[in-house]
């Protein structure tokens, strides 16, 4: 403990004169783990106990010392490295600038766009609903019956039965959305309803999680003529066709009477598909009147109301216009397929321009 002095005068001059990198071994030799000042302040328990503040004090003093000092010649140090980097480092202010990656919207969102814009310049409102839905919402509301291939677990996701014994379910199709508005909203309706479906499927035209639109009209005039002349004109300007030709057969849906397919034609000469004339018909849609059961299971007198319902699935669509080969890749998240199919954002198609 008599060289304390001299200690702290040593090392202060080593403070002094160190640069960076002797300042850190400075520090580390005198106060870390197994420092200089560190020993001697765990030594302290061998001293007389008459001693023992008395040192502890002194090597206090000491300790507190060399730690500013080796602070203040750090911050000095610190500083002039950075003046001599500001003084010496330049930046070429003529170097053009790093390219930048332009985002693409993916093919389904600009598809819903296009259909979202056609439908509601025909006086359509959009309307969204839940994925998990009610049994009756999505099936029996419907006039889906119990026996139904769609109501099996082969074909739908059910989650866990509740406490009542009630199975919820990821709704199969948007139709439930028709179902609540009919149900929360008098007459007259007209709705386009856009979202995502769930189904137990999987090949390279089926994704267990996919994509539809659905529209449903009710009121007190509106016929099959109407359901026509909308899905006509609708096909001929999401695909960019003013002769596209058109068809409807009958069909069958519970949920609609009458109901029908919509075929458009379509030509597959040299082995492509071309929307358009040709000798061919590609099934695109369906569609009907809606069946009185399913107004008067939402509360809607089907003497007074009636009206037409459609539906077609997003990604089926979106292949057919822009020629992409499998539904599988829309949901890959390879960037190289976004670049090719996606859509720059300000370079968008404007669809309703084609309507009339």
């Known amino acids: 403990m008599e060289n304390l002095d001299q200690l702290k005068t040593d090392l202060l001059a080593q403070i002094d004169n160190a640069d960076l990198a002797a300042l850190e071994d400075l520090r580390v030799s005198a106060l870390g783990k197994s420092g200089t000042i560190t020993g001697m302040v765990k030594g302290i328990g061998q001293l007389p106990p008459e001693d023992r503040r008395d040192a502890g004090q002194q090597l206090n003093v000491l300790k507190n010392a060399v730690a500013e000092a080796i602070d203040a010649k750090k911050d000095v140090l610190e500083a002039a490295a950075l003046d001599a980097s500001l003084a010496t480092d330049r930046i070429d202010v003529t170097l053009p600038q790093r390219p930048e990656e332009t985002g693409r919207i993916h093919p389904i969102s600009q598809t819903i766009d296009e259909m979202v814009a056609i439908f509601c310049e025909m006086g359509f ?14 099936f029996t509301a419907l006039n889906i019956p119990p026996e139904h ?9 059910y989650l866990p039965p509740n406490e009542e014994g009630e ?10 959305v028709q179902i609540r508005t009919m149900v929360n909203e008098k007459p007259p309706i007209r709705i386009v309803v856009p979202g995502r479906t769930f189904r137990a499927d999987h090949d390279a035209t089926h994704s267990p999680m996919f994509h539809q639109i659905e529209g449903l009209v009710i009121d007190e005039a509106t016929h099959m003529g109407h359901l026509k002349g909308c899905l006509i004109e609708f096909c001929r300007v999401f695909f960019d066709v003013d002769d596209l030709p058109v068809r409807f057969r009958p069909s069958y849906f519970p949920f609609t009477e009458p109901s029908a397919e919509v075929d458009i034609g379509c030509s597959r000469e040299g082995g492509g598909l071309t929307i358009g004339a040709g000798a061919d018909w590609l099934e695109i849609l369906g569609c009907g009147m809606v069946n009185p059961h399913v107004l008067e299971n939402c509360g809607i007198d089907s003497t007074k109301y009636q009206g037409f319902a459609f539906g077609l699935g997003i990604e089926r669509a979106a292949m057919l216009k822009y020629g992409i080969p499998d539904l599988r890749t829309f949901y890959e998240s390879d960037i190289r397929w976004l670049k090719h199919y996606g859509f720059v954002p300000l370079d968008v198609p404007n669809v309703a321009e084609g309507l009339v």
């Open 125 to 138: 409102t959009v309307a969204e609903g839940p994925h998990i839905e009610s049994d009756f919402n999505n």
């Open 149 to 157: 291939p769609a109501r099996q677990d082969h074909d739908t996701f």
């Open 167 to 176: 199975r919820k379910v990821l709704r199969t199709h948007t139709s439930p």
